[in-house]
């Protein structure tokens, strides 16, 4: 079967135009990129540390920026205290190899707690200068971005009280993100939390959610940060038992470009790479203490209850 039409006006305007540019291999829509360029800007990259150099080995060097992350746990293994690390180090000055951005914190569920993020931010700066003992004082940030009230002002935190504020929150975070150029991540802690106490229609549930995840996908890439899920577990009936999984389902699976499972083995916490675009899966361990998330060898805890 042969096409005899002749081809739409547009379509010869856009073929003559792409004649006349005198480009042999012009782009077939404007703004594509060729893999070359995108490769060369994943790996200029900085990433985010979380704290434990074991932890940041399986994720290829810390939090990806143009990425979503979804971290799950069960309680008491250190969601949210990973998440508060990742907002204080995300601002680690760049002249200490950090990305100098800010943070905005999205918590649903009240557990955002400001004397652990000042504890944090006070660990966050022993290392910088435990590492850099002679520098911060020489360098352009100077002493005023090595104090723990500098950090905790650069975290822009929102109280989420039901699924409607937090969709509200993620409609407004692109006009937000807009004004304040210099955020360089965003977490939402947890982002299931009011869907599953509030929200008994299934199927709106899963479209509403299809539609905020593409959005925070969007803005990863748009305003090059991260965008990291914190979220809950549930028990699913698989194969005649229970088994823990991560809250609402393998469809929203893909609405994250990385999954880390955290979890206990004995007294011991262990994150898993569950899913990566470019990584093994793989696990390792690591601890929470008294500075915030670190290596499991330094750290003589065991258990610590935080959530």
């Not at 937090?166 to 006009?175: G, M, P």
């Amino acid at each position: 079967m042969s096409y005899t039409g002749s081809a739409p006006a547009s379509s010869s305007l856009y073929w003559k135009g792409m004649e006349s540019s005198g480009d042999p291999h012009p782009p077939i829509l404007a703004g594509a990129q060729n893999a070359w360029d995108m490769l060369s800007d994943e790996q200029s990259q900085k990433h985010i540390t979380t704290g434990s150099g074991d932890l940041n080995n399986i994720l290829g060097g810390g939090i990806h920026c143009k990425e979503v992350t979804e971290i799950g746990g069960v309680p008491g293994v250190g969601k949210t205290q990973l998440g508060i690390q990742l907002a204080i180090n995300v601002q680690i000055p760049v002249e200490y190899g950090g990305l100098g951005g800010k943070a905005v914190y999205i918590d649903t569920e009240g557990s955002f707690m400001v004397e652990r993020v000042y504890q944090i931010a006070e660990g966050c700066i022993s290392d910088i200068l435990e590492h850099f003992p002679h520098s911060h004082g020489k360098s352009s940030s100077g002493q005023k971005q090595l104090q723990p009230e500098h950090f905790l002002a650069d975290i822009y935190y929102f109280r989420i009280c039901s699924y409607t504020e937090q969709i509200a929150a993620i409609n407004y975070l692109e006009k937000f993100l807009g004004e304040h150029k210099d955020v360089r991540i965003v977490i939402i802690d947890s982002v299931t939390f009011h869907f599953r106490q509030d929200f008994d229609d299934l199927a709106l549930r899963t479209r509403v959610l299809s539609g905020l995840s593409l959005k925070l996908m969007k803005i990863a890439k748009a305003f090059n940060l991260a965008v990291v899920l914190l979220n809950q577990v549930t028990t699913k009936f698989t194969e005649g038992s229970f088994q823990l999984t991560l809250a609402l389902g393998d469809s929203w699976s893909h609405s994250c470009t990385n999954r880390l499972i955290l979890y206990w083995n004995g007294n011991d916490r262990y994150a898993y790479l569950d899913k990566s675009p470019s990584l093994p899966v793989a696990s390792a361990p690591y601890a929470v203490t008294g500075k915030g998330v670190r290596d499991a060898a330094s750290s003589n805890h065991k258990r610590v209850r935080v959530t």
